[in-house]
């Protein structure tokens, strides 16, 4: 049942881990449209940790997931994708053997099936025209950076409502970095949809959040605004 005037992703009370190993412990946050929710903290706190039990890649002992007012905690994987729910994972999240027009094709005809779809492939390109140029270019064979866009451009490919990013500066030059991180910001205040960015290159992430968590040791320390982020106790950690 959803709940009328609900964020895109709600997650109350998150509890995840590994084996008998928990890793996270009551983490809630909830993401508004068009808004990127910076998470940070340590190596090991638990950030990618959150990031696979929102989605489902990791059973969450105890919580709830919802998205857009509908809660999707006891679905697959897959279905999350299929209501909005993307991954950016850490490192290139493309079909390296495969062109760039058969990534765009192949993601396209999964999450672009329906009426409703908000973001085809003419609009990744619009945003990446540099993939344009490239259409017939083997995926894995692009620069670290251009991989990384064709990553993003295959995330919101569809109806996404919420997209996680995890790690999306690893490899690139700060130059790089800068740009694609005004492209998520960019998508996010074009297209309504929201993000939670996981990044070690805080400034960089700090320069693109509308909100700030903190985790340490699996738990949530700070919650709140970027500048009360940089008032905080907890700022010292970077």
């Known amino acids: 049942m959803s709940e009328p005037g609900a964020p895109l992703l709600d997650v109350r009370g998150l509890t995840a881990g590994y084996g008998n190993k928990t890793v996270v412990q009551d983490v809630s946050f909830r993401v508004p449209p068009s808004q990127v929710l910076t998470l940070l903290g340590h190596n090991g706190c638990g950030k990618t940790t959150t990031l696979k039990g929102t989605l489902g890649l990791i059973a969450r002992a105890t919580g709830e997931v919802w998205l857009g007012g509908e809660r999707v905690d006891s679905e697959p994987v897959s279905v999350r994708v299929g209501k909005g729910l993307r991954l950016l994972p850490e ?14 094709d192949v ?5 672009c099936r329906g ?3 908000r973001i085809g492939i003419k609009d ?3 945003l990446f025209p540099m993939l344009s140029e490239r259409m017939a270019t083997t995926a894995g064979s692009l620069s670290g950076g251009q ?3 064709l990553a993003l ?4 490919l569809g109806s996404p409502r919420c997209i996680l990013l995890d790690e999306p500066s690893i490899g690139l030059a700060p130059n790089l970095v800068e740009r694609l991180f005004g492209l998520i910001r960019e998508i996010c205040q074009s297209t309504g949809v929201g993000a939670v960015l996981v990044e070690q290159n805080v400034s960089a992430a700090m ?3 509308d909100h700030v968590m903190i985790l340490n040791n699996g738990a949530v ?3 709140g605004s970027p500048d009360e982020a940089r008032r905080s106790n907890f700022w010292h950690f970077f």
């Open 91 to 104: 490192g290139r999240g493309i079909f390296g053997t495969l062109s760039v027009r058969e990534n765009l």
């Open 207 to 209: 320069k693109i959040a």
């Open 147 to 149: 991989q990384k866009m």
């Open 124 to 126: 990744v390109l619009d």
């Open 153 to 156: 451009g295959l995330a919101i």
């Open 107 to 111: 993601v396209a005809d999964r999450n």
């Open 115 to 117: 009426p409703n779809t």
């Open 221 to 223: 320390v700070f919650d």
